[in-house]
């Protein structure tokens, strides 16, 4: 069955379901109260960097399947299920979450909502806040009674948002009655075979975050390993390949490197240790406040080890950044390390010039303050520092010969653990990575 849907809030979340939508045979009708945004998208022109999105966006404007609106009225009058796409920042001065903009948005839905219809949040939101909004939509809709709500949190990686919605590896679905479960497998009916987990709204809620955080504590387990291993003497790569086959750790998110970033990981556990506190469940996740420091700390690192190949001072030293996302294939430089650390050494007096594949623009409206190249090449020239902060693959595979004809000192310092060391320093490279010798 094809269902007539909306989508509210065209960020990355909300483009990349509705187009996906779209694809899967509904009718899709997204909003956003930015108008310049919602012109541009019903151009086809997609304001954040998704591979294969755009083709997406385009075929489905072609088909007439998406369209795009800043009308509440209009949306609330088309759709039958009405997804929630919000982000949920965190608050400023604070850990917790700002849920302010999907508060806004049922606010400015509800009261047009006067048929029986089907609400699901998507965005990721501290435990009882769905439980909040059901009782605000039963309030304030002229339906009452007849606007369900169920809570479909997203699981997408950015860089591979159209893969994991097409084709995810499970579908969470919080929810109290059948016919809300009813239209949500029809929904997503034409994914074929996947797992369905249905639950109540807390556990929808919660699984996000914790899957989150467990994915930052894997990741902030190897960078603390990687601070002993530097005060031994030891290899932080070879432990992780060891742990690597034991098939209770696994070797995903066990890489060292700079740590994490981006829009979901650092913020999303600071937001669950907030909730834990609100609920008094505070000492449950007090680890997770060591795993946020094990990661900011890797930055500071990075900076010394680069102050280090500098000579010990940045001052008239050039120094090479190459990447400025927070992680490759994506131009999403929100709390992004590489960002940190070139800011940083620019503070310390060094020189910095930036490049990066895609983000680019959006690191100069963050730090206006950094040098921008357009190209590694360019970026490189005259450096006395190299440093690789994003695993761009077009990076991976520079040619540390070329490249050393450039700089001025052969200097290199892999963040992310992604080079060759025996290539770059066969090309007279002077390499170093945290964690290792």
């Not at 022109?45 to 294969?52: D, K, S, V």
């Not at 209009?74 to 796409?85: N, Q, R, S, T, W």
């Amino acid at each position: 069955m094809r269902y007539r849907m909306t989508v509210i809030g065209s960020g990355y979340l909300g483009i990349t379901h509705a187009a996906c939508m779209a694809e899967l045979g509904h009718e899709v009708l997204a909003l956003d109260i930015d108008a310049d945004r919602i012109r541009r998208l019903g151009a086809g022109q997609l304001p954040i960097h998704e591979a294969g999105l755009e083709a997406l966006l385009r075929r489905g404007l072609d088909s007439g399947k998406l369209r795009f609106t800043t009308s509440y009225q209009e949306a609330a009058e088309f759709g039958d299920v009405h997804f929630l796409c919000l982000g949920t920042p965190q608050q400023q001065g604070a850990y917790a979450a700002d849920v302010s903009q999907l508060d806004a948005a049922v606010g400015a839905l509800a009261p047009h909502l006067g048929r029986e219809c089907l609400v699901v949040g998507k965005s990721t939101v501290p435990v009882g806040t769905a439980e909040r909004l059901a009782g605000a939509l039963r309030r304030l809709a002229p339906a009452g009674d007849r606007v369900d709500l169920a809570w479909n949190p997203e699981f997408l990686r950015e860089g591979f948002a159209v893969k994991d919605t097409l084709g995810p590896d499970r579908i969470v679905l919080g929810l109290r009655t059948a016919s809300a479960e009813k239209v949500l497998r029809e929904v997503y009916a034409p994914l074929g075979d996947v797992p369905f987990v249905v639950t109540d709204f807390a556990t929808a809620e919660l699984v996000k975050v914790a899957a989150n955080s467990f994915l930052a504590t894997k990741i902030s387990y190897i960078n603390a390993m990687a601070e002993v291993c530097e005060a031994a003497g030891a290899d932080v790569v070879r432990l992780a390949e060891a742990l690597s086959y034991d098939d209770r750790i696994g070797g995903r998110f066990l890489r060292p490197g700079l740590g994490f970033g981006g829009g979901c990981l650092p913020k999303d556990i600071r937001a669950f240790m907030a909730r834990a506190d609100e609920l008094g469940a505070g000492p449950a996740l007090s680890f997770l406040r060591e795993v946020d420091a094990v990661n900011l700390r890797r930055r500071d690192r990075t900076v010394d080890l680069a102050r280090d190949l500098a000579g010990g001072s940045f001052a008239g030293r050039r120094v090479t950044v190459l990447g400025a996302a927070f992680k490759p294939d994506s131009d999403d430089i929100r709390d992004s390390p590489a960002l940190h650390v070139a800011a940083e050494i620019q503070r310390q007096g060094g020189r910095v010039s930036v490049y990066d594949p895609v983000a680019l623009d959006n690191a100069r409206k963050a730090c206006p303050e950094l040098s921008y190249a357009t190209s590694a090449t360019e970026a490189a020239r005259g450096a006395h520092v190299l440093l690789l902060l994003t695993e761009w693959r077009e990076f991976v595979r520079l040619d540390p010969a070329e490249l050393g004809a450039v700089v001025a000192v052969r200097h290199v310092l892999d963040g992310r653990h992604a080079l060759d060391p025996a290539r770059w320093r066969q090309a007279g490279w002077r390499y170093r990575a945290p964690g290792r010798p």
